[in-house]
Each structure stands twice: as C-alpha cells, then as structure tokens.
Nanobody, 117 residues
Framework: QVQLVESGGGLVQAGGSLNVSCAAS????????MGWYRQAPGKQRELVAR???????NYADSVKGRFTISRDRAKNMMTLHMSALKPEDTAVYYC???????????WGQGTQVTVSS
C-alpha cells in the first residue's frame, strides 16, 4: 500500500531553522516528481518546493533561498530544510507527488510548523 508519512515539525522562533521529513512506502520516491506543500489556516494548500526525478529542484518565490528540498534514495525519504523562518511560514506541511496526489484525494497527516515572532 502506498503511503506518505511526514514528521519533524515543531515550534521555532523567527529566523530559526527546522527540517521536516517524508517517509515513502509502497513506491519508489525518486522515480516520481515529488513536492512539499503547505496549508496555512484559512488558506489553500500551496506547493513550496518540488524535485524531479533527475534531481532538479524548483521553489516558490516565497521560500526561494531559504528552503532546500532533498531526497535520500537508500531510505526512500525526502527532506525539506527550512532556514530563516518567518511567521508566515506557519502551516501544516505535506509531501506528495506532483502535479497530482499519489492517489486521488490522498494526503498524509502532515506535520505542523509554527514560527513565532
């Protein structure tokens, strides 16, 4: 069964750093275009970073230069390193395939990131 499990969120002060991780099972992560998404209260879910199968990465303008997406082939995992965090980065962070979810309507439980000012 295909599954995505996010972890690593928490509370951090503005300017700080945090890593969130995504463990994939039931499929090979590096064979897919993978994304980190986030959803803030009252807002739509948005894509913040993407990594394609050849390793090329793309970032939303709001996080460019601050966030780094990476993959671990051996562990079948993906990480989002976030630095210089801002209060507006506060959201639930999810991983999934791009442009469509791994399965129709499927999203993991996400991991909460809260940045205090």
């Amino acid at each position: 069964q295909v599954q995505l499990v996010e972890s690593g969120g928490g509370l951090v002060q503005a300017g700080g750093s945090l890593n969130v991780s995504c463990a994939a099972s039931g499929f090979v992560l590096i064979h897919n275009v993978m994304g980190w998404y986030r959803q803030a209260p009252g807002k739509q879910r948005e894509l913040v970073a993407r990594i394609v199968s050849n390793g090329i990465t793309n970032y939303a303008d709001s996080v460019k230069g601050r966030f780094t997406i990476s993959r671990d082939r051996a562990k079948n995992m993906m990480t989002l390193h976030m630095s210089a965090l801002k209060p507006e980065d506060t959201a639930v962070y999810y991983c999934n395939t791009w442009p469509r979810p791994l399965r129709p309507g499927y999203w993991g439980q996400g991991t909460q990131v809260t940045v205090s000012s």
